[in-house]
C-alpha cells in the first residue's frame, strides 16, 4: 500500500482475525469526571496480557510473517512495551526473539521482558532509534526484524483498538491518543477513517518531546531536542518521514502536556478508578482533562500500565517523579 494512505479496513479485520482470542477485546468505560453534556470513556489497554496496546501489533506482525514461512528468530527495537508483547508472543509459539532497548528502561518493562524468555541488549536512546530508523542491526541480521511502529502489519493490528471503539461507541466524536512512533495513533486513526470519518484523532505528546507537534506547525517531519523522563512511551525526537507521510492527512491536531499535568492524571485514574497507568496514557487523559472545548463523546486510549513502581509510588505521593 502507499505510504500515504490510512491502512485499509481489510487488513485491520484481517489482523482481528489473526489476533482471535490471543487478546483481550478490552473495556470502554465511563471516566468518573465527566461533566453535563460531554462524556469521557477510557479504551483500557493496559488490561491486555503484555500491559500495554503493543500485543495487538506485535501479534499481527509475527502471525503475519509466519504466515509467509518459518522463522529463524525475531528482534525489534522498544522502551520496553514492544519488547515484551514480542517476546510473549514469540515465547508461545516457539520463535527465539531478542530485544534491543534504551538503558534507561524501566525496571518493570526489563523484568517483564526477561519473564517472556527474550534476550535483552540495552544501548543508549539514540543509537536504538537509529537501529529503528534503519530497520536493520548488523548482529541480528539473520531474524527478522519486527519494527515497533513503522509498518503496515504493527498499525493495522493496532487498528482493532479503533474497530472496537467504534463498534461499542458509534457516537464517538474524539479520541485521545499518546503518539511515540506513530503506530498506534495511525492504526485507530485508519479505523475511524474508514468507519467514520468525522471523528477526530488528537495526538498527545508531554512538553518533553514534541516531535509531532512541531511536524504539525512546519507541515514536515521534524527533529526536536527530547529530555528524558518518566514519559518513555511517548515523544519522540523525531518524526519519521514515512510514518509522517502516513499520518500527516490522517491526524491533523496534537495536544501538549506538562509531566505535571501527567503525573496528576495518572494519580486521578488510581485513585477514582483503582487503574494503573503509565506515562504515555497519563498524556492522553491529561490531554482530555485540559481541553477547553471538549467535544460532547470522548474516549481516551489508555495506552499501557507498564510503569515503574517506584515512579508510580512517587507520583502517588504527590511528587513528579
Partial sequence: MPAGDPVPLDAIERARHRLGSVTLRTPLIPLDASSEGHRTYLKLENLQPTGSFKVRGA????????????????????????????????????????????????????????????????????????????????????????????????????????????????????????????????????????????????????????????????????EVHRTPSFVDGSGSMSVFPEMWTRLHGLVTESRVVSLADTAEAIRFLFERHRVVAEGAAGTALAAARLEPHPAPVSVVVISGGNIDPGTLMTILSGSVP
Fill in 59 to 222: 501479534g499481527n506482525s509475527i502471525f503475519a510473517a509466519l504466515e509467509r514461512g518459518p522463522l529463524k528468530g525475531v528482534y525489534t527495537t522498544s522502551a520496553g512495551n514492544m519488547a515484551k508483547a514480542l517476546a510473549w508472543h514469540a515465547q508461545r509459539l516457539g520463535v527465539p526473539c531478542t530485544t534491543i532497548v534504551p538503558d534507561t528502561a524501566p525496571q518493570a518493562k526489563l523484568e517483564g521482558i526477561r519473564r517472556f524468555g527474550a534476550e535483552i541488549i540495552q544501548l543508549p536512546w539514540d543509537e536504538v532509534w537509529a537501529i529503528t530508523l534503519a530497520k536493520r542491526y548488523a548482529p541480528l541480521q539473520d531474524l527478522l526484524y519486527v519494527p515497533p511502529f513503522n509498518h503496515p502489519d504493527m498499525i493495522a493490528g493496532n487498528g482493532t483498538i479503533g474497530l472496537e471503539i467504534f463498534e461499542e461507541l458509534p457516537q464517538v466524536d474524539v479520541v485521545y491518543v499518546a503518539i511515540g512512533g506513530g503506530g498506534l495513533i495511525g492504526g485507530i486513526a485508519s479505523a475511524l477513517r474508514a468507519l467514520k470519518p468525522s471523528a477526530r484523532c488528537v495526538a498527545c505528546e508531554p512538553d518533553t518531546a514534541t516531535a509531532f507537534t512541531e511536524s504539525l506547525r512546519v507541515q514536515a517531519a521534524s
